[in-house]
């Protein structure tokens, strides 16, 4: 009757936090902000895995503590809900994404709901909604009107792009064009035929695509790009500033990849054309014994001799069919392919061969390198496949003895003038030498590449973009958008890459405003654009007239706290820091970044310690666990399962034993045969060790919520509840404190307890308590004294006592100076709070 009842309590609380609307918040400068945002989830059919609830309640906890401190807390909740898996169901089934993705939402919003999260859910939003994708694509069209100023670092405005003298009409437009931060590209770029779409750079994960692992081909296409690579100086700057992980800065750090080195030109024997090669070591330039161009290079055609012709073709031709991954991979046996034709060593005047081979690839620097085998271990592998010769350049520091290539710094060997400085010294004097020879230069060079920002997708959102007769490309008015998704009766793209939006001919074709005919852009924008920005309309979710309302985004940014996975850190994470500093220079944020504290949390295994999967039959459904045990049960196991950021199996035992202890702290309060407050339960003083403890959990579990050690608040939790329940007479005052601390973690059954102990409404908003650090503190302890490892006497000292306190304390005891008989310690070992060594 009245045991607790989980399932009872949770739809009681969750009722009164909806009905009264307890989380919604509104700006309010009279209180502190604090922004706690969750990755949001992709609707997908199987609902919740347990990996959501663990970031969720992690968030959660943060939120309700933040808002007993008195911060006004912005905790919102949405839908990721353009994407792959309801446009391939479409496919399959007829159904249209837009049902799906519908019935996904509503399933996921329940299970989220019943875990009792504190979301204001009148900020909810759906990136498949027109009145969200509208500003999606009104973004987008300040990427297109925008170009990067490099002497500021920023984008401005289009219009003020400075325009060179003596350009005609057309050149100025191709100028234009070539300008703005969002442009068509023809480059080859990852094509997926399973997935019959094109994917981004770091959407390709070892040769495959990174959702379903289909293999990925290069292959030239139209396609819109983003120019992410201007910021690219920028991103990796802003990274020092950030409170993230250093795994995930380091992922973003070495995901765009700043090189510093040199450009060097080779001329060619015989023609009037330069070879330019990017190298991070151009103090090895005399050690450079051939050239290689990568097999799509602009030159290779030209420079090759008729005796080589047909078989470079063939070897590009081959090249062509693998991924960028499988070319550089270092294990990969070298291939490669003479072209007849020699390039002239800057330095010493010496002829070369030129090469091609796909180690080296178009895409990165100038698409070709100066070879040095002695020094690179690719071009090592390749001198010996192919007999190159091999030239040492660079000595390795005294000592070190090095077999085949030594790819480390030194002192520089066999290079005329310049022998016998260091490799640092070296860089910078033949730098110098090659910028005065007007053959070379300082460079620059970063991993990271254009953003590929289209996709052959029915399920994403269209691009405000018609394309006009000839070529001509008009951006939608800003005062037209949304560009609404038409309806289609095939969601399948065609292998060759047209889009489905092409099967829509009475959306396709547009009347221009001059009377000319255009045709609409088909192809959609990628799954991470919606995601880019989410955070910012969470401010301002319902407003028609703006993206969001800049006053808003001066209180509530930057986001405060962030919590998701990993595996974001170079998509997501990445793409909105880019957003961000787009909208950052055009005004509209006045936050240079979006996120400034972020954690990842852990995977969570199955019991069996494997990933959860399907096909291993190891999945936990958070519906069965709230069913059994419930949503505070749920919560609070996910927080106890091991610190936050760890991977750590789960344990349906471990579920059982924080729902034992949920029991025994209702026990403490509740008469389980009445229901009422439990009579032993009185207004008493309370004794010295339960005051310390109160004070030391309070204390503690603040801490710790602020320090994401859930899993030691929570055993700090029971050491309290254990010590309560062994009490005859327990002191309502330290329950109600008790309760305050617990209620963030197990929101329901507290608020439940408060109200059991007299008080009305909802306890979300009571401060939260404050502890005494005197009474946190252990009088006194008491400590072994050890001569000879034999325990000769116990004394007591405060337990805050010095090391010279306790030592001078234990040289004092008479049985000690008894055993000593006289003699001087040599030495005295101090073990806190439990032995003092003396050794004589
Ligand atoms: C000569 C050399 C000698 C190099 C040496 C290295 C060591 P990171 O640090 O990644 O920027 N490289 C340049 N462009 C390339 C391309 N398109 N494809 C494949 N490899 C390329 O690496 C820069 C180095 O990678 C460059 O410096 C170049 O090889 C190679 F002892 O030049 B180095």
Redesign the pocket.
Known sequence: FGTYDHQEIEKKWQKVWENNRTFKVELDSSKPKYYVLDMFPYPSGQGLHVGHPEGYTATDIVSRYKRMKGFNVLHPMGFDSFGLPAEQYAVKTGTHPAITTKKNIANMRRQIKALGFSYDWDREVQTTDPDYYKWTQWIFLKFYNSYFDEKEQKAKPIEELPIPDGLSEEEKEAYIADHRLAYESEAPVNWCPELGTVLANEEVVGGVSERGGHPVIRKPMRQWMLRITKYADRLLKGLEGLDWSDSIKKLQHDWI?K?V?AEVDFKVDGYDEDIK?????PD?LF??TYMVL?PEHELVDKITTDEYREKVVDYREAASRKSDLDR?DLAKEKTGQFTGAYAINPVNGEKIPVWISD??????????????PA??T??YEFAQAFGLPIVEVVKPSEGKEVEGCF?GEGTAINSGQFDGLSTEEFKEKITDWLEEKGCGKKAV?F?LRDWLFSRQRYWGEPFPIVHGEGGSVHPISENDLPVMLPEVDRYKPTGDGEPPLNNSKEWVNVTLPDGTKGKRETNTMPQWAGSCWYYLRYIDPKNDQAAFDGEKEKYWLPVDLYIGGAEHAVLHLLYSRFWHMLLHDLGYVESPEPFKKLVNQGMILGEDGQKMSKSRGNVVNPDDVMDQYGADSMRLYEMFMGPLEATKPWSMQGVEGVHRFLSKVWRLIVDEQTGELCSRVVDADMDEETTRLLHQTIKKVGSDVEGFGFNTAISQMMIFANHTNKLEQKPRWALEQFVKVLAPFAPHMCEELWEKLGHEGTMAYEPWPEYDEELTKEKEVELAVQIKGKIKDRITVAADASEDQIKEKALASEKVQAAMAGKEPRKIIVVKSRLVNIVV
């Open positions: 990849g090189s080195g090669v990017f190298t991070t070591r090895t050690g450079a990568a550089t180690y080296v690839l178009v895409s990165y620097g100038t698409g070709a390198i100066m070879a040095v020094h690179d690719r071009d790819a060079n991993k």
